[in-house]
């Protein structure tokens, strides 16, 4: 009996909310999920992929100029040293974590909800890390020698300094890469061997074989695997907490004033899955909708998102008003005035674009009418993921362009080059994104199916066998064998 | 175990103490100590003052910290609408409750203020520029009417709790639930607000010139991990004494390990961001703090405290086995209890003892005599009612709960 | 390598292969096949079915002590490349600090533990689980595409002691499959 979308959104009070709709059976995820990858390319994916397609070659030609006339064609000068280039590696790093939380640490919380994005988020989290490290790389000047960031043999004989959180920040960031890709990876196996079993075509079964490494659904194997499930969630969950920290600790070890706050490291984690599931929530509502995945990304998935959204979002309005508070009982001219600043110097501008988006606007998920409004989401989305690349820029920049010494305040602009860095890695994330979807499951079928009431073994049996009272002994092998019964 | 189809509602015998039970006594054996340990008190501190009140100090913010921490968790319960829970919640509650009397143990640091507090001095301040600009913040009566205020919220939030989830055992009634749960999120941004205030101000301005942003979520990881450390505590204890043993089971037990294990590594990460970040800018207005601390024979406690509140609690709570039994359990929320007292002692003692550890028999005696208190009235209120919340629409779940 | 050969029987006949048509109906197979002494099987599934491992017997996967060992490795590995660098080969005065200063080494040697970890907890688990082995006997069988799909199935190896072409195929049907094959060796 299929229950309404409006039923199901009450909150229940006692037993378990009902996650996927209409009361599909496991074949129907099945198809539901890989029916669209065999199609033919729907036009709607075209839509996306030309015009990703597009900002993605406006990458390859900035950072082609960049390589060729070095950082001058940024806007950076003395003493703004850093501006577009970081906000947007800390703004991509910050939305790769939300792929981590919902993988990681719901999957820690028991949280089952999350079977139904972890997949698309999983895969958000490698293309945002991708669009992450072009920035650190391509920012330090002279990139042929970027190897010497890493602890290799070099011309000059020389290590790299493991003291400077810039180094920490290769080490993190990659760590944090591989581990997403592997997990990603992981997860992605059982799902492959069902594209395989699918294949109608030789290649698709090469393809998906391969890599489906001839997983055959053994328990023996998956009694293994879940075992390894669980240590990568357990691993990946310090290590976002610990590469979100990092990056902060670019700013927090400094000894200038905005950027050197204790409360950095759980403050820009807080922020980072705040954008992040803004991110996964914009492609979610577009994916759901070209995909007609809407019973199984439901709206009752979008209400704990937007909820996950508000709790974050409140965290990072906590730090803002602890910040304020701080700088002044500090007692601290050069603290203090970095905030007056923010507030109301030449930046007030951007100061306050961040406050209303991160601030005011997610106020709005108070209200389940909000939360549960796809408009509603969906512009919010936007907003908050604007707010937070907003709050990156602010941190950095206003604290840089005004510090101790007044004859060396300055101001930044950014040139095109800057925003053409930043709209081509929108196009790198969405034409990976656009792939992503074309030819992997974007849903984790297997996991989705355990969340199903037929998936439980406790519970009625199949239409062959005539209905008796079972004592299940939970494994201890207490009852005698029977044998034929 | 009781079986699955027994398990969907609780006698009122399952989940009380029984009459004669040894349990029954504690209120009487918590008074006692109460008493013994006031008296001592008064002995001991009429003449050393400034002792007993920075002695009382830790003591007060200790069980504080733990009701806070109570308070926290049944919030974020009911927020999260988790289920696994529900039947640890009363224990929650009943921790919560004793935040009155927490309240009027706060009193006698009242008579101490200029004891502890350097910024009360009037001379000092006309000294100090730095104490002067701080002054419309840091001063006596502002100073009080926060302290009323972060009590009275405290106590409405726990009363508010307390008699809705106890009303519910009578009434039945899931409108209950549902509005507890729709209050919950504001309540946590207001406890957090306050909590992170009040730990600026009976902790961080004991060193005046000091300052760190992080200051408030530290004592949260703290108080926190001190409640969960207590759960444990209890609900090893209770199964061990024949209470609840057929509604805890090791489920229940392992899952309040694993958040004791997690929030011991939250702890440790935000203890040492804050740590890091001052030795790495080496600034000598944050390094002050930490100097004190990292001298002489408060390196020891410090090198204790790395040792105890994160190495060794990391290593004993990986295993499976250790969270699902009562005795290891409760060994390992027992530690962690005892270093939770020593984060505190080591965050305020330095300020009276700059030149070393120095213990002294007024911190055992304020221990007894704040711990008593607390242990009485948190107990007192465990005999008058059901340990689980009977009637709330989830109670089954939790009830016949399963780790994977 | 030893590690690397899969492990199949060596005669004529692979085992049986039985469907079952809920994950209900495998569970409680799975207890009787465990119960009647059988070492030599598997059970087949699309997702993990919750309780599995245990009506099957399995002991816990020692992939924790795997994953603990590579994280410490990996944790020490990292501390003393930092130490080394900064203590011993490339003695640096920085920002101040002393050329031993620990806490700066934290960050690279926990990244580099969760790392090793990491690799511990992919690479043992497809060696504990012997993957990747992309030909097995069982992909002969016609219904066992439906496993990735909606099929539920229990495999007896023919080299476990019990095995009997027929009375090991009577027993699985009276347990309930909906379908009984006989698998040859590839």
């Known amino acids: 009996m299929a229950q309404t979308e409006a039923e199901l959104l009450d909150n229940p009070v006692a037993g378990h909310p009902t996650l996927i709709l209409r009361s599909p059976d496991f074949h129907s995820i099945t198809d539901a999920v890989a029916e669209p990858i065999e199609r033919k390319t729907p036009i709607g994916w075209w839509l996306f992929f030309i015009p990703s397609v597009a900002l993605l070659s406006i990458l390859g030609v900035a950072v082609s100029w960049l390589f060729w006339e070095g950082i001058g064609i940024w806007g950076l000068n003395v003493p703004v040293g850093w501006s577009w280039d970081i906000t947007n590696f800390v703004f991509w790093i910050g939305i790769g974590h939300a792929g981590t939380l919902i993988s990681a640490i719901l999957f820690l919380f028991r949280q089952t909800w999350r079977t139904s994005i972890n997949r698309a988020a999983e895969a958000m989290t490698i293309f945002a890390v991708m669009c992450a490290l072009i920035f650190p790389g391509i920012h330090v000047g002279r990139v042929w020698v970027a190897y010497w960031m890493f602890p290799l043999p070099n011309q000059m004989g020389t290590w790299p300094n493991f003291r400077s959180p810039l180094l920490w920040d290769v080490f993190a960031v990659s760590v944090y890469g591989t581990v997403s890709l592997l997990f990603w990876y992981v997860g992605l196996i059982p799902d492959l061997a069902m594209m395989r079993d699918r294949a109608k075509t030789r290649a698709r079964k090469l393809a998906y074989g391969f890599f489906a490494l001839g997983w055959r659904g053994s328990q023996r194997q998956w009694h293994h695997y879940e075992s390894a499930y669980l240590v990568l969630a357990a691993l990946a969950t310090p290590l976002v907490l610990s590469v979100h920290s990092i990056v902060s600790m670019d700013f927090a070890v400094s000894v200038l004033p905005g950027w050197h706050t204790t409360i950095f490291p759980p403050y820009f984690v807080a922020g980072a899955i705040f954008s992040g599931f803004a991110m996964v929530l914009t492609l979610m509502v577009i994916c759901r909708k070209v995909f007609r995945l809407e019973h199984i990304v439901t709206l009752r998935h979008f209400d704990y998102m937007a909820k996950i959204m508000l709790v974050t979002g409140s965290m990072v309005g906590f730090a803002y008003g602890t910040e304020f508070f701080t700088a002044w009982y500090s007692g601290n001219p050069y603290e203090f005035f970095t905030f007056l600043n923010r507030a109301g110097g030449p930046y007030a501008w951007a100061y306050w674009i961040m406050v209303s988006c991160n601030v005011i606007s997610p106020q709005v998920f108070w209200f389940k009418k909000a939360r549960t409004s796809i408009p509603i989401l969906f512009v919010m989305s936007i907003i908050i993921n604007i707010g937070m690349w907003f709050e990156r820029f602010v941190i950095i920049t206003t604290s840089l362009h005004r510090d101790f010494l007044p004859s060396a305040w300055g101001y930044f602009t950014p040139t095109m080059w800057d925003v053409a860095c930043l709209l081509g890695s929108f196009g790198l994330f969405f034409t990976m994104f656009c792939l992503f979807v074309r030819f992997v499951p974007m849903v984790a079928t297997s996991e989705v199916k355990t969340v199903l009431p037929q998936a439980n073994p406790h519970g009625q049996p199949g239409p062959e066998r005539e209905s008796k009272v079972h004592r299940s002994d939970h494994g201890r092998g207490e009852l005698a064998p029977e044998g034929a019964s | ?404 | 390598m030893p590690f690397l050969v899969p492990q199949l029987p060596k005669g004529p006949n692979y085992g049986i292969l039985a469907e079952f048509a809920t994950p209900t109906d495998l569970y409680h197979a799975c207890e009787r096949v465990r119960d009647a002494g059988f070492t030599r099987w598997d059970a087949h599934t699309p997702f993990p079915v919750h309780g599995l491992s245990r009506a099957m017997g399995l002991r816990r996967s020692p992939l924790p002590w795997i994953v603990l060992g590579m994280g410490l490795t990996g944790a020490a590995l990292g501390f003393v490349l930092q130490w080394w660098v900064h203590a011993t080969a490339q003695p640096l005065v920085i920002s101040g600090k002393p050329f031993f200063a620990w806490p700066a080494m934290i960050p690279v040697t926990f990244e580099l533990g969760v790392l090793f970890a990491a690799l511990g907890a992919v690479f043992g688990m497809l060696g504990l689980n012997r993957l990747p082995m992309h030909h097995h006997p069982l992909f002969r069988s016609k219904v066992f595409e439906r496993v990735t799909d909606d099929a539920f199935f229990i495999s007896i190896e023919s080299w476990d002691p019990r095995f009997d072409p027929t009375a090991t195929g009577k027993l699985l049907e009276s347990l309930g499959a909906r379908s009984v094959e006989l698998l040859e060796s590839e």
């Open chain 2, 1 to 404: 175990m009781i079986p699955e189809h027994d398990r969907v509602s609780l006698r009122p015998e399952q989940a009380t103490i029984p009459p004669g039970h040894s349990w029954n006594r504690i209120p009487v054996i918590g008074a006692a100590c109460a008493l013994l340990g006031i008296v001592a008190c008064a002995i001991l501190g009429l003449g050393n003052p400034k002792q007993f009140f920075f002695s009382w100090l830790v003591s007060f913010l200790f069980f504080l910290s733990l009701a806070l921490g109570a308070l926290f968790f049944v919030l974020i319960q009911y927020a999260a609408q988790g289920g696994w829970g529900i039947v640890l919640r009363r224990i929650g509650e009943m921790t919560f409750a004793t935040i009155p009397v927490i309240a009027a143990l706060f009193l006698p640091l009242l008579l101490g203020l200029h004891d502890l507090f350097e910024w009360s001095h009037a001379e000092a301040v006309a000294e100090d520029a730095l104490l002067r600009w701080k002054a419309p913040y840091l001063n006596v009566p502002f100073f009080l009417i926060r302290a009323a205020l972060y009590f009275g919220i405290w106590s409405f939030i726990a009363i508010l709790y307390y008699r809705g989830s106890r009303g519910q055992d009578v009434t039945g009634d899931p409108g209950v639930s549902a509005r507890l749960r729709r209050l919950a999120g504001p309540a946590i941004i207001v406890l957090a607000l306050t909590q992170t205030f009040a730990s600026v101000d009976w902790i961080m301005s004991l060193t005046p010139h000091w300052y760190s942003t992080m200051f408030g979520v530290y004592f949260f990881a703290g108080s926190f991990v001190g409640f969960i450390a207590l759960l444990s505590v209890v609900a090893a204890a209770m199964r061990q004494a024949g209470l609840l043993d057929t509604v805890i089971s090791a489920e229940h037990l392992q899952d309040v390990g694993k958040l004791l294990f997690a929030f011991t590594v939250f702890w440790t990460y935000i203890a040492f961001s804050q740590f890091f970040l001052m030795w790495y800018a080496n600034l000598p207005e944050e390094t002050v703090w930490y100097q004190a601390r990292l001298e002489g024979s408060w390196m020891t406690v410090s090198l204790v405290l790395i040792a105890g509140h994160f190495v060794a609690p990391f290593f004993y709570l990986m295993g499976r086995a250790v969270k699902r039994r009562n005795s290891t359990l409760a060994i390992g929320g027992a530690w962690l209890l005892a270093m939770h007292f020593l984060d505190l002692y080591w965050q305020v003692m330095p300020t009276l003892h700059p030149e070393g550890f120095r213990p002294s028999l007024l911190d055992v005696a304020a221990l007894v005599a704040v711990g008593g208190c607390f242990v009485a009235a948190a107990s007192w209120l465990m005999r008058r009612q059901a340990l689980v919340p009977l009637r709330d629409p989830r109670l089954a779940e939790s009830l016949a709960f399963e780790n994977a």
